[in-house]
Structure formats: C-alpha cells, structure tokens
C-alpha cells in the first residue's frame, strides 16, 4: 500500500510490511530515484494499524488513515456483516529531527462536550488512583504527567470495578517507550492479549503530554506530538469504564486531567 509525497524539504514514503502494519521512510528524490535516510515503524507488535493513505486538505495539511483490523473469530465476522474499521484522521508533518510529528485532527474536537477537570493530582509510587465523575467507553482525554523517578506511569481506561479488566497506557521510562498493555483488558480472553509500544524519550524537563482517545474497541494514545499508538480491546463487563491514573517505581506529577465524552461522528 504505497503512498508517497512530499513532506517540508523531503519525500515520505509510507506502507506496510504485511505482519507488522504501518512503517514509512523519510528521504530525498533525486534523478527519478528515492533514496531513504531513515525508517520508523508506526505500528510494532503486529498488523493491527495496517494500509496507511494520506490526502493533502484545502488548508494545506497531509492527513493519513490507516485500516484498523479487529480481533474477531471466524464466527463472529460472518454473524456481524462486517470486518474492520478505520482509525481517527492524523495530521502529519516533517520535525526538525525529519521525522513524523503526529496528531489527531483538530477538527475532532467539536465532537467533545461534558467536559470534566482534575488537576495537581500527586500520585504515589506504586499506586494507582481512581479518577472521580471520569468513566465510559467514549472518552477524549489529555494529560500532563510529571515522572519524579518513575520508571513508568500513565493512565488506565476501561477498568472494572473488581479490578479483572482494564488498559494500561503510559510511558516506560526504562525502555524508553510508549505502550497500550491489553493483556488484561478483556477477561474473557477476547481479543490480543499483547502490549503494542513505540520508541518514545522524554527529553531532559520535558513533561508528559498524553491524549488518548477511547471509541469503544478502539483504543489511540498520542505522545508529545510525535509517537502513537494503536489497539482493539474487547471488555467482557458493562462496567468496564473507569479510568484510574498509575505510577510505578516513583512517584508521579498529575499536573492535569481533561476529559470529554464524544458525539458520534455520524449519528446515522
């Protein structure tokens, strides 16, 4: 699934490798040739975020979607009519390092309402803390976390009450990466039970900028602009939507918690 263009100074060209989804190249055009300077992969553990295109709008912006498989048997695709979905729209554009930077769509925001606010929230090491009136299965959230020595910490959605279900999200310090964890996110085994991270560093003071998009089975994380990632999740209990913030080997800085529900994008 080739898509190549022009990006800043540079060409881009965008694909997949069959078993590990989504991946692009960043180079230069030169005597009707491409010559790459550097690979990322846009999706790691498997295929799931697969088939990348991209569109340049009326403003100017490239935008991308990808074809997001889900984790049904063979059963349940026939009984439903219908197989897979696409992921949120992303903005696209060249960083100084010439790689990726990556956001949702500004335009997505106009589905937001409800709005909801907790913020200076300090959260122990080895712990984890209920967000109050923060719960569903339709949730836009942003984040700003402070690590004071944490190895890693973030957020955890889709949470049961007894503690049998929930999504880790969050940043991993010692391995320097960004991660969905959905080994527990479905306790009646359904879906990939895996965890899907990116190479992502927070440099010297820089805070952590978490916005995480929850749509049912679907589940986006976007960090500091420049890494997401992407999974399906199949939580078994009704009760299945708090949302808890965690901090694992030190303490963390909750410096601010934004939540929003989501108006369907088409109510038809």
Partial sequence: CPDFFQLGDKWVLMGISHELGCRYYVGEWRNEQFHPELHEQMSWVDNTFFAPESML??????IMWAWVFDQWDDETKKASGWSGVFGLPRELWLRADHRLGMR???????????????????????????????RGNVLDLELVLEPFGATRCGVKVCCSPDGSEETVIGYDAVAQKLFIDTARSSSQGMGLQTCE????????????????LVDKSVIEVFANDRQAALRRIYPSHATSGQVKLFSEGGATRVHRVTAWEMMPANPY
Wanted: a neutral charge.
């Fill in 104 to 134: 949702p769509v500004e335009e997505l925001k106009q589905l937001r309402y409800n709005e909801r606010r907790h913020s200076q929230v300090m959260v122990l090491a080895d712990s984890e803390q209920i967000v109050e009136n923060i």
């Fill in 197 to 212: 991270a990116g190479p992502f560093h927070l440099t010297g003071t820089e805070l952590l900028h978490l916005r995480v």
């Fill in 57 to 62: 709008d009326h403003k100017g912006r490239r």
